[in-house]
């Protein structure tokens, strides 16, 4: 028997594609969350571990240095705050994992705690952080700040982040809740610690006014890419989330990332780290490969803008002022996604731009075809790599349509499921007990 791995579903709580023949009355119809609630039953009887929402908060102005772009495509805003989100979809569903993102540069540590915990509680244990740093200085201005701290700063205040949060969630013991009828007494204050936390950036007095959620710390997510980042994940995080087309590529950041995570003194198979996808499925090959073309081939002109507004987003350089048929620049510098830029920018070394942006579209290996041949593909990469799953990923602007959702939920992971390669239920309450599950 095989041993399973595990399906997350990426997305943020923007427009779905509300452009495509399939998106039916999406466009407007997002915003009261019932495509979301719709999504997340599909995922939990399809057996996904968690869904995950990606979160910043801004309208992008880097590529023309005008927002013009940025709404035209829909592409960061509108973006509706997933927080409040997560509890409606829980009280729709009874397992899935629910993450959301909040920024450790943005939020007041105490704040954050307060909302984890109590979304544990309305949860019933089911949330999940994604911990981010943020890159924007266009975001960081929404705060009154005037630019983010350098990048490696950043990781060193999100440590002093995640040392508070937890101390904060830590600050009621088990049992402080007594609610004992006779002595009329509802929490016992000797079990209920003040922090005191002084760092370099953040201080709270503590406790938290409020005790913390069944999950105790909920799940912790993260994605680094440079190596503080990686380092932070590997210290932290029950889940990491990444992004590599190259499969030996994937093999090296799992293997890197269990090797810090041990030399943190944790157990490497305690953090499933799982990787962008966006499967291409169709009923035959040939169909598979024609809407692979579509999506990806970047021959509409609205495509293209599209792609390289959105680089230059997360980079704060402005792509669209770049010639298309020229090489690829070697030399870009940014303060904010750099290891996503060098990325980008070794990889596509020689060609033009043009010929770059469907790889950058796609930031997963590319797996298209029919049901059978996309499982046998996963499966493969999965035993490549070593562990632990993927993370599905809908086109915002192209293929996040209810069709998708579907052709994952009813066809693909049936598929992976018959072969014994996803869970077939959910044994635990709490979500972190599932996902450490195998
Ligand atoms: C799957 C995935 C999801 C991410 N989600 C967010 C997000 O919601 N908000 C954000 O500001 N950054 C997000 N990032 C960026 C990461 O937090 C991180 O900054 C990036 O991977 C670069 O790594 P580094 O910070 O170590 O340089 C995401 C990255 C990946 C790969």
């Known amino acids: 028997m095989a041993t399973p791995f595990h399906l997350a579903w990426f997305t943020s709580f923007t427009p779905p594609a509300w ?7 999406t466009d407007r119809e997002w915003m009261s969350g019932d495509y979301y609630v719709s999504m997340v039953r599909q995922l939990e009887r399809a057996g996904f571990d968690f869904i995950m929402f990606e979160d910043s908060t801004m309208v992008a102005e880097a590529m023309g240095g005008t927002m013009e772009a940025d709404l035209k495509h829909s592409l960061h805003s509108p973006k509706l705050d997933p927080f409040p989100l997560l509890p409606l979809l829980a009280r729709e569903t009874e397992h899935i994992g629910l993450i959301a993102t909040g920024s450790t540069s943005f939020y007041p540590p105490f704040i954050l705690a307060r909302v984890m915990a109590t979304m544990d509680h309305l949860t019933g244990g089911r949330i999940g952080w994604n911990i981010v740093t943020s890159s924007e200085d266009i975001a960081a201005q929404n705060y009154g700040m005037e630019r983010l701290p350098p990048h490696d700063e950043r990781y060193d205040r999100a440590e002093e982040f995640v040392e508070i949060v937890t101390a904060l969630w830590d600050s009621w013991e088990p049992g402080a809740v007594v609610a004992d009828r006779e002595t009329g007494r509802y ?3 000797t079990k209920v610690h003040p922090i005191h936390y002084v760092g370099k950036y953040h201080r709270s007095r503590g406790p938290l006014n409020m005790p913390a959620g069944p999950q105790g710390h909920p799940v912790l997510c993260q994605a680094g890419g440079s190596p503080k980042g990686r380092d932070f994940a590997a210290k932290h995080a029950d889940a990491i989330v990444a992004t590599n087309p190259r499969i030996d590529r994937m093999k090296e950041y799992r293997a890197d990332i269990r090797e810090r995570a041990a030399r943190h003194g944790r157990d490497p198979d305690d953090i499933k780290v799982l990787f962008h996808l966006g499967p291409v499925l169709g009923e035959t090959e040939q169909e598979a490969r024609e809407l692979h073309h579509r999506v990806f081939g970047m021959e509409d002109p ?11 987003a997360v980079t704060e350089i402005d792509f669209g002022a770049l010639d298309l048929d020229a090489p690829m620049p070697q030399d870009l510098r940014t303060n904010g996604h750099q290891s996503i830029l060098d990325d980008f920018m070794r990889r596509n070394k020689g060609r033009t731009l043009r010929e770059s942006l469907p790889e950058r579209a796609q930031l997963g290996p590319q797996v298209v075809g029919t049901v059978e ?14 562990g632990d799953g993927f993370l599905i990923r809908a086109e915002t602007g192209l293929t996040h349509t209810r069709r998708y959702i579907d052709a994952i939920c009813s066809g693909l992971a049936p598929e992976l499921r018959r072969r014994g390669l996803i869970r077939d239920g959910y ?12």
């Open 427 to 438: 044994r635990h309450r709490l979500f972190r007990d599932n996902l450490r599950d195998f």
């Open 302 to 312: 609205l495509q293209i803008e599209q792609t390289l507004a959105m680089i230059s």
């Open 19 to 25: 452009r495509s023949p399939w998106g039916g009355a």
């Open 373 to 386: 041949s996309v499982a046998d593909q996963m499966e493969a990469i999965v035993a490549e790599v070593g």
């Open 187 to 189: 929490a016992d204050h």
